[in-house]
């Protein structure tokens, strides 16, 4: 399974690399020009684009996509747009007239509500949200991953996950990569938008329930 990751070369999208590397399957790491290639495990395969001017083919031969790039709140509003909003509809788009499988999107907790959210982080949330909402009714199978606040801590493998909303305020990206790595290919996933958190639930047993939760 070749898997095409944009943002792989971010804190999180580099553990989502090895992970997928580590499971067999194949990481195609999504990359500009300028991009740190040496964060990336040894022998990824990179496919250079930029998400802002991303080329018909960019999905073509893939059988999965994953978007967990982001330009955060601290990026001027017009960037967050050209990435988190624009590229993320733009890859979506390509990946499903390329026969892509399914697209897996890294959104964030309050894409839901945006008008709710810090006031610093609202353009950033404005932008996830309309992406998931494209995703959404783009006629291509998804998942939706909307974690709390991220921390470099090692994983636990507990998260808790539900489609309303979590009770804990942060999660490692090591259990968020895994939750993205699960989310490719397990079956309960599809058409799932759920938030995560740190937990007591295995990521193995809270996938089985994502839907329901």
Same mark, same amino acid.
């Given at each position: 399974?070749?898997?095409?990751?944009?943002?792989?070369?971010?804190?999180?999208? *580099?553990?989502?690399?090895?992970?997928? #590397? #580590?499971?067999? *399957?194949?990481?195609?790491?999504?990359? *500009?020009?300028?991009?740190? !290639?040496?964060?990336?495990?040894?022998?990824? #395969?990179? $496919?250079?684009?930029?998400? /802002?001017?991303?080329?018909?083919?960019? /999905? $073509?031969?893939m059988d999965a996509v994953i978007f967990a790039a @982001?330009? @955060?709140?601290?990026?001027?509003?017009? #960037?967050?747009?050209?990435?988190?909003?624009?590229?993320?509809?733009?890859?979506?788009? &390509?990946?499903?007239?390329?026969?892509? +499988?399914?697209?897996?999107? !890294?959104?964030?907790?309050?894409?839901?509500?945006?008008? &709710?959210?810090?006031?610093?982080?609202?353009?950033?949330?404005?932008?996830? &949200?309309?992406?998931?909402?494209?995703?959404?009714?783009?006629?291509?199978d998804y998942a939706i991953v909307r974690?709390?606040?991220?921390?470099?801590?090692?994983?636990?493998?507990?998260?808790?996950?539900?489609?309303?909303?979590?009770?804990?305020?942060?999660?490692? +990206?090591?259990?968020?990569?895994?939750?993205?790595?699960?989310?490719?290919?397990?079956?309960?996933?599809?058409?799932?938008?759920?938030?995560?958190?740190?937990?007591?639930?295995?990521?193995?047993?809270?996938?089985?329930?994502?839907? /329901?939760?």
């Amino acid at each position: 399974m070749r898997i095409l990751i944009a943002g792989a070369t971010g804190l999180t999208g *580099r553990k989502l690399t090895e992970k997928i #590397q #580590q499971s067999g *399957r194949t990481p195609i790491a999504l990359v *500009r020009e300028s991009s740190d !290639l040496s964060v990336l495990p040894e022998g990824v #395969q990179t $496919q250079t684009a930029d998400l /802002a001017n991303l080329p018909d083919d960019v /999905a $073509q031969g893939m059988d999965a996509v994953i978007f967990a790039a @982001g330009s @955060g709140g601290d990026t001027p509003a017009s #960037q967050t747009e050209a990435i988190d909003r624009d590229g993320a509809i733009s890859l979506i788009e &390509k990946a499903k007239r390329a026969g892509v +499988r399914r697209f897996v999107m !890294l959104s964030s907790v309050g894409a839901d509500n945006p008008d &709710k959210g810090p006031e610093g982080l609202r353009h950033y949330l404005e932008a996830k &949200k309309a992406a998931d909402e494209h995703l959404e009714t783009a006629g291509i199978d998804y998942a939706i991953v909307r974690p709390v606040s991220l921390t470099n801590d090692p994983g636990t493998g507990c998260v808790e996950v539900s489609a309303d909303h979590v009770s804990g305020s942060e999660v490692s +990206r090591e259990d968020v990569a895994e939750v993205l790595e699960r989310c490719v290919s397990v079956p309960e996933a599809s058409g799932a938008v759920f938030e995560l958190s740190e937990g007591e639930d295995s990521i193995g047993d809270a996938m089985m329930h994502v839907k /329901a939760a």
